[in-house]
């Protein structure tokens, strides 16, 4: 096959709350066949990827894979996210309208008693991309993270390999139990921590900030080392789901979108990726930390920064890297 990319790179003025990383790849049959007027399309995506984290832009970052993909491709240095909240974002690249024109403009959550209820894009009235291959004779599927809906109340995705909850990793219905049986083998080390079920080891940082605040936000529980081992990550799940259906739909014309969830919270890495980069090295300026405006000094990001500092800060960033190497 010729792999033609197409890479998008979202930019956002929110600190720490970058949207999603996109990639597209078109593999095109060479044989004049029923494939010629249907290329398969392979859409990938990141979650709160930063767009100046990428290898390529000799910026500080380590991403060969992503380079390799903009090598062989194209790269839009102005492209836009419609937003900088998930839901919304996620509703628009499936649709191609901006929030304010689908109605998708806030998260979707799953509290019963939240303050507004937001409806999933299977309720609007406009096409979805896989559902328009769908009605062509595609096979579409959709494998990692979603947050925009029912998934199985559209046409498109009802065969779907995937459970279709709206955080779930699981790429496939037997990987909570996989895991599970491989995980009692390899008997982990205790702790009190636990992340995806499984221990997590937290930097002293992050355990003193734990007990310090009842503040629960999911940087001070979930960052850290995961115990669980590349090959088992629920990421790694959804890789292999994805190589599994390219190969199982050979032939036939097919739209797949891998969705991973890093280098979103949680940011947790098993070695040799977490200790991938010398924390000492990651540069945190903190001088104008004083300077930051009312408004934002109670959102998350600099709540947390402030309970962690420095050294903390520096965790993440290395953590952060690991992820999108």
Avoid at 46 to 55: E, K, P, R, S
Avoid at 88 to 102: D, E, L
Avoid at 128 to 146: P, Q, S
Avoid at 201 to 214: F, G, I, N, R
Wanted: charged residues 20%; contains cysteine.
């Amino acid at each position: 096959v010729k792999v033609s990319s197409t890479i998008y790179k979202l930019k956002s003025n929110y600190f720490l709350f970058l949207i999603n990383l996109l990639f597209v790849i078109v593999l095109r049959g060479q044989t004049v066949n029923q494939q010629q007027l249907k290329p398969n399309v392979l859409f990938l995506q990141t979650d709160q990827h930063v767009w100046y984290a990428l290898g390529f832009l000799n910026l500080g970052f380590d991403t060969p894979n992503l380079d390799e993909l903009a090598n062989d491709g194209m790269y839009f240095s102005n492209a836009m996210a419609s937003t900088p909240s998930c839901s919304p974002a996620r509703a628009t690249m499936v649709s191609g309208m901006y929030p304010h024109s689908n109605s998708v403009i806030n998260n979707l959550i799953t509290k019963k008693n939240a303050k507004y209820q937001q409806h999933g894009i299977e309720e609007t009235a406009f096409a979805i991309t896989e559902n328009v291959l769908f009605d062509v004779g595609y096979y579409t599927a959709h494998y990692g993270k979603w947050h925009i809906g029912k998934k199985k109340a559209l046409n498109c995705y009802k065969n779907s390999l995937l459970e279709g909850q709206s955080h779930s990793y699981n790429a496939s219905k037997t990987y909570a139990k996989n895991l599970a049986i491989a995980m009692e083998k390899l008997n982990p080390v205790h702790s009190e921590k636990q992340l995806w079920g499984y221990p997590l080891y937290q930097s002293k940082v992050y355990q003193d900030a734990s007990s310090k605040t009842k503040w629960k936000h999911k940087g001070i529980l979930a960052t850290g080392r995961t115990s669980i081992p590349v090959e088992l990550l629920p990421h790694t799940s959804i890789t292999n789901e994805t190589i599994r259906a390219i190969k199982e739909k050979q032939g036939e014309p097919w739209m797949i979108t891998t969705s991973w969830h890093p280098p979103h919270i949680p940011w947790a890495m098993p070695d040799p990726y977490y200790s991938m980069y010398d924390r000492d090295k990651m540069e945190v300026d903190m001088s104008e930390i004083d300077k930051i405006h009312p408004n934002a000094a109670n959102m998350d990001a600099s709540r947390l920064g402030s309970l962690v500092g420095e050294e903390g800060i520096r965790e993440y960033l290395a953590i952060y890297r690991a992820q999108v190497y």
